[in-house]
């Protein structure tokens, strides 16, 4: 058993005896023996359960966010990744500060494909990962690293913003065409919680249900607008979608455009809104 493992559940069952939390959401490995998934621990024996490797690719702030979990007092276990999520929906006063963060340090998730061909290639967010050490945590498992250099978190834009604006708009077609609607990307996402999302509202109706061309697009420019600013670069949008639309690719232009106009990254600061979020009067925006 790794050092991680034996500290995380040393921790979770510190934190279940002294009723800290009422549960702690972390991870267990799943029932093909190898893939860890979700796990929410109630008892110390449970907290036994859980692992902690480099399968471990859940987004588990996404739990805290649901309607049924308010007003629990609860733990869960974050990857620095992760806990950039929790610092937006705390700076959103998403739910009270009673969220007890145990953060893992992590050195990379790796890739897995459904269709087999599992190989221990690291993801792209970990490639360019440059902070292996969880941010403001109330518990710290693993030894804290010296961050390495920071790393051009937007190489794989520069094919896309090569091409022409009709190029672009070309790609994206033929892209959000395939899109069935079936919404995996909103429910996996911890930034996207609204009670009624756009996508469904009927009065006023923001986008048809028609799963064609002009509504897809519309879903997808407003939901990567509402995400401008939040979007902590998980990935998780893109792994989950059933025909691979590359949502990253989209995620991390808006992540770009947000830090060159606003010289702000999501996640980094729990005592400000995000700038889409906010307005000034005399702001100038210069979009030309
Ligand atoms: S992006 Fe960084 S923190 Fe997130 S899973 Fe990859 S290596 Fe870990
Ligand atoms: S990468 Fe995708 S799932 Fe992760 S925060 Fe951004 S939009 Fe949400
Ligand atoms: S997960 Fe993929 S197919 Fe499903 S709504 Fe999102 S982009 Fe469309």
């Known amino acids: 058993m790794s050092d991680l493992v034996t500290g995380i559940r040393a921790q979770v069952r510190d934190l279940l005896a002294r009723r800290r939390v009422e549960y702690v959401v972390g991870y ?5 023996g190898v893939n860890a998934r979700p796990f929410f621990a109630y008892t110390t024996e449970e907290a036994d359960r859980l692992v902690f490797d480099n399968t471990c690719t859940h987004n588990l702030t996404k739990y805290l966010v649901e309607p049924e979990r308010r007003g629990s007092t609860i733990g869960v276990v974050v990857k620095p990744c992760d806990a950039r999520s929790l610092t937006v929906l705390l700076a959103e006063h ?9 953060g893992v340090v992590c050195p990379g998730i790796v890739q897995r494909t459904r ?5 221990e290639a690291p993801q792209a967010r970990c490639q360019v990962c440059d902070q292996h050490t969880p941010p ?5 498992v693993g030894e804290a690293t010296a961050e390495g250099p920071v790393l051009d978190q937007f190489a794989r834009l520069a094919p896309l913003e090569a091409q022409s604006a009709a190029e672009r708009s070309a790609f994206w077609s ?11 990307c909103r429910q996996t996402c911890p930034q996207c919680y609204c009670d009624e999302c756009f996508a469904e509202a009927l009065d006023p109706e923001w986008v048809g249900v028609r799963i064609g061309r002009a509504e897809n697009w519309l879903f997808h420019a407003i939901r990567c607008f509402h995400l401008a600013g939040r979007c902590i670069g998980c990935d998780e949008c893109e792994r989950v979608c059933p025909v ?3 949502l990253g690719l989209l995620n991390r232009k808006l992540r770009k455009e947000v830090l060159d106009r606003f010289e702000y990254r999501a996640g980094t600061r729990s005592d400000e809104r995000p700038p889409l979020e906010t307005f000034r009067k005399e702001e100038k925006l210069d979009l030309a």
């Open 174 to 184: 033929q892209q959000f065409e395939r899109c069935l609607r079936c919404y995996a």
């Open 244 to 246: 691979k639309i590359p």
């Open 136 to 140: 403001a945590c109330d518990i710290l």
């Open 94 to 102: 998403k739910f009270p500060r009673d969220v007890v963060a145990i």
């Open 115 to 119: 269709e087999g061909g599992d190989g």
């Open 28 to 32: 267990e490995t799943g029932s093909d």
